[in-house]
């Protein structure tokens, strides 16, 4: 999870997986227009509702007024990952290895920054994909942004 503090995606684990979700993801973006956000994306194997994003905000919420992590105002967001799932973290590849995905680099890769394709596998700190039967080496390091591709 790029750009989150580790002590913060610490914090925001201890409150989410006692309860028993998974902490799928945690994303904050002080760029937003309306001001900054803090995105928690949660999982469970029955699925994840309405009432199940409200319990984990609610314990969360308290949590992080006590340990105070991030400076100044903020939106907290909880939700499901939804179909076109974010892949935050090298695990996120190596365990849906053959879905296909959309990846965007910070910067240009052999003339490109869009790779659009299906997860190969994770070879140490580089995702495999395979775009249009070629196979690309994209350095997890380099990856700005990736997100599954629902398929029907």
């Known amino acids: 999870m790029k750009g989150v503090q580790p002590q913060l995606l610490d914090l925001v684990r201890s409150v989410v997986e006692p309860m028993g979700y998974e902490c799928v993801g945690v994303e904050h973006d002080s760029s937003a227009g309306g001001g900054a956000v803090l995105r928690v994306y949660i999982d469970h194997a029955d699925g994840i509702g309405l009432d199940d994003c409200e319990a984990v905000s609610h ?3 308290g949590a992080l007024d006590v340990a105070d992590p991030i400076a100044g105002h903020y939106d907290l967001e909880v939700s499901s990952p939804g179909l076109d799932r974010p892949l935050l973290e090298l ?9 296909r995905a959309r990846v965007r680099l910070a910067e240009k ?11 190969v ?12 039967g070629e196979r690309m080496a994209l350095p997890f390091a380099r990856i700005e942004s990736a997100r599954l591709v629902p398929e029907f």
Request: charged residues 35%; proline residues 0%.
């Open 121 to 132: 596998g994770v070879d140490g700190e580089t995702v495999l994909l395979d775009v249009d």
């Open 59 to 61: 314990q969360l919420s």
């Open 91 to 99: 695990a996120h590849f190596r365990r849906f290895t053959g879905a």
């Open 109 to 119: 890769l052999d003339g490109r920054r869009r790779f659009d394709g299906r997860i």
